[in-house]
C-alpha cells in the first residue's frame, strides 16, 4: 500500500486522530503503517489478532498503540490489506481456472486429432489389403483361365486317334500329377492336390491347387490358391506359429 493509497483509504482515521491530543504526526503514522503491513505480510491470519499486531508494532517502535484513535488508526490499515490479499487471491485462482480450461481444450483437441489419424490409417490398410486380395484373385482367375484354355485349344488343334490318342492322355494325365522328371510340381498333398511352381506374366508363383480329372486329364480347378514369392516367404516363416496353434487344438 502507498502513500495515496494510505491517505486515500485512512483519511477517515487520520482527521479523528487529528483531533485527538494523542494524535500522531505524518511521519510517524507512515512508520506505524510499515510496521504493521510488514507484520501481517509474514505472519498467520488465521491465528492473528489485531491486540497482538498492536501490541508487537508498540513494543517495536516505542508508541503507545492502544488509545482509541491509534487503535482506529491500525484497525484501518488491517482492514485494507486483507481486503486487497483477498482481491489479489481471486484474481489468481480465475487465471488458474481459465489456464486450466485451456490445457483441458488443447488435451481433448489433441485427443481428437489422434484419433481420426488413427482412423485414417486403419482405413488406409484395409483398402490396401482388399485390393492386394482382389488382385490376387483376379491374377489366379487369369491364370486358371488361361491354363484351362490351352488345354482346350491343344485338343482343338491337334486332334489324334486310336493308339496315340489313349497314349498321349496317359502321358498328359502322368505330367499333370507330376512325375519325377516333372520339376513343375512339388508334392501332392493328396489325389487330387497338389504343389506346384508356375509363371505367369513375369511372376513366380507358388500353386496349391485342386485338380479334377476329365477324359482321362488332370486340370486344374478354380479351387485353390496362388503365392508370390514374397507371400510365400512370409507363410514360410509362420510355419512355427502354425504348428503351435495346432498343437493347442489338439
Known sequence: MNDSEFRATGSGGMKAAADDEEA???ETQIRVRDAVLTMLQNADLD????????NTVSDFLGINLHLPNRKAFVKKIIEIFIVSTAEVSGIQETENLMTSERKTDV????NLMTSERKTDVEETENLMMTSERKTDVE?????MT?????????ETENPISGDQSSKMKETKKKGSMGSDNDESVICHL???????????????LVSIREFY???????????GISLTCEQWAILRKSTSKIEAAVAKLK
Not at 491465528?47 to 499486531?53: D, N
Not at 480329372?213 to 479351387?223: A, D, F, R, V
Request: charged letters at 45%; a negative charge.
Open 47 to 54: 491465528t492473528t489478532t489485531e491486540f497482538k499486531i498492536r
Open 213 to 223: 480329372e476329365k477324359n482321362g486329364i488332370q486340370l486344374p480347378s478354380h479351387k
Open 190 to 204: 493328396s489325389k487330387n492336390r497338389r504343389v506346384s511352381i508356375q509363371e505367369f506374366k513375369g511372376m513366380k
Open 24 to 26: 500522531m504526526d505524518k
Open 146 to 154: 488361361s491354363e484351362r484354355k490351352s488345354d482346350v485349344e491343344e
Open 107 to 110: 488435451e481433448e483437441t489433441e
Open 139 to 143: 491374377e489366379t482367375e487369369n491364370l
